[in-house]
């Protein structure tokens, strides 16, 4: 039971942070979008990452699946940063 209720918690984070990826990427009346559809399109490939390694044993982990998230990391991180700082400051008022 024990392990079913950890499974069923683990889809609703996952759920939350899917969600939070696109509610991030949409404006509203009251907001621009924070993040653009292709940086939320590269965030979700590390959400998937995420859920593959808190799931599996390292040695089933595959280099070549990870290999463009471990290079583009830096890459992904300073897009993300200038999109927030973007947006923070086209939006003064939040």
């Known amino acids: 039971m024990d392990k079913l209720q950890n499974q069923i918690d683990f889809e609703l984070k996952q759920l939350r942070h899917q969600g939070l990826l696109e509610?991030?990427?949409r404006s509203t009346a009251k907001h621009p979008a924070i993040i653009s559809m292709e940086l939320r399109k590269v965030l979700k490939e590390y959400l998937?990452?995420?859920h593959i390694f808190r799931n599996l044993y390292a040695f089933e982990l595959k280099w070549?699946?990870?290999?463009?998230?471990?290079v583009d990391s830096e890459k992904t991180l300073n897009q993300f940063e200038?999109?927030?700082?973007q947006f923070m400051s086209s939006s003064p008022n939040l």
């Open 23 to 25: 509610a991030m990427s």
């Open 48 to 50: 998937g990452f995420r």
């Open 64 to 70: 070549k699946k990870m290999a463009p998230l471990v």
């Open 82 to 85: 200038s999109e927030l700082k």
